[in-house]
């Protein structure tokens, strides 16, 4: 029998022991400090590596065509793709520390952009780059390997202490294979009994079941997005192909429940300039995923960090104003969101990225 502390709930502040027959270490870049509560001789089975992306204005990825260079001067791999609306680019593969909050470093960005500057006619340039981030690959350490590039991205699964059972390596494409895996190795570690084989290969995504490509015209058709304006009058706006697209495929066919929100609740606007999230998405996520934070909305439950440092930190104010209202916080802790999520930003290099007013570039 295994026994795990857990950190204070977030609904009522307290710690809580928890028991189980067996515990999976699924915690990434984090997963060796979770061995050695375990067995504090373990040796690290995981090699950190960084991986920085940046993201450009769309028109890098005209009509959507994107490049990729399988082999660099110094022999990495850099791409260019549309995602979004906008354009990722990226990628380095370098040696890291592991740290909660990982953040790229000017040189990694510069590599990037000069990189592709090799293969365009144009100069891409730093003050275009919307946003920035660096991710820590826990990739499985294979002891001959020299450097992080060859070292496996398969993942590996093991049980060094009964009723512990650790997955690490791997990558997002692979995710489903890597839990059944690990939901293999816990089934066998605590002799348990399932009624049922893995269904993981025909187990949709929550909202998947019934969806549609076209069910953005329903969203389109059947909806309206109610807004205020700045005076406080409540407008009627038009539910556009741009929002419903994004709800469809950011929600499936629970997207009528958010624009439902938007329609009754008068939470139909806009959260950012040029970008479909609404106000309604906010509360949405608040009441159906745990949206507990302005961290978890603009980097969790949406993509607006990554797409665009700039208007992620002008939609703040309104997205800690719904979250106040779904979660009863007091002035104090509203002002405690602004300044992590400022903080949280940072870390994107949000004071060195692209930065608009009105739209327009500054």
Not at 84 to 95: P, W
Not at 177 to 202: Q, R, W
Not at 227 to 247: C, I, N, R, W
């Amino acid at each position: 029998m295994c026994c795990t502390r857990l950190s204070p709930c977030s609904y009522n502040g307290q710690e809580f022991d928890a028991y189980a027959k067996v515990v999976v270490n699924a915690a990434g870049p984090f997963c060796d400090s979770v061995r050695k509560m375990a067995n504090k001789d373990a040796l690290p089975m995981i090699c950190p590596s960084s991986g920085v992306h940046i993201v450009l204005p769309d028109y890098y990825s005209p009509d959507g065509m994107g490049l990729i260079v399988p082999k660099t001067k110094d022999g990495r791999v850099v791409f260019m793709l549309p995602w979004l609306g906008r354009t990722i680019a990226g990628t380095t593969d370098s040696s890291t520390s592991i740290t909660p909050l990982p953040e790229p470093n000017e040189n990694e960005i510069q590599f990037i952009l000069d990189a592709i500057c090799d293969y365009l006619n144009i100069k891409v340039r730093r003050t275009d780059v919307l946003s920035a981030w660096s991710g820590i690959r826990p990739l499985a350490v294979d002891p001959n390997a020299k450097n992080t590039e060859s070292i496996s991205r398969d993942h590996v699964v093991s049980e060094e202490y009964p009723g512990l059972v650790t997955i690490t390596g791997g990558k997002w494409t692979t995710y489903r294979s890597m839990a059944e895996d690990a939901v293999n190795a816990a089934i066998k570690s605590g002799k348990l009994s399932p009624s049922n084989e893995c269904i993981t290969s025909n187990l949709r995504l929550i909202g998947g079941d019934g969806w549609e490509p076209s069910l953005f015209t329903v969203l389109a058709q059947q909806y309206v997005r109610m807004k205020k304006s700045d005076g406080g009058k409540v407008v009627p706006g038009v539910m556009d192909t741009a929002a419903a697209k994004h709800l469809s495929r950011a929600y499936g066919t629970l997207a009528e429940r958010v624009a439902t929100i938007a329609q009754n609740e008068n939470l139909g606007k806009r959260l950012a300039h040029g970008y479909p999230y609404l106000e309604a998405e906010v509360a949405y996520c608040a009441r159906n995923e745990y949206c507990e934070s302005a961290v978890d909305f603009i980097a969790r439950r949406s993509r607006l960090a990554f797409l665009d440092t700039d208007a992620a930190s002008h939609a703040l104010p309104r997205i800690i104003e719904i979250l106040a209202t779904e979660h009863n916080w007091d002035k104090s802790r509203q002002k405690e969101e602004i300044q992590k999520a400022k903080e949280f930003l940072e870390t994107f290099k949000s004071s060195k990225n692209a930065h608009f007013h009105d739209g327009k570039h500054q």
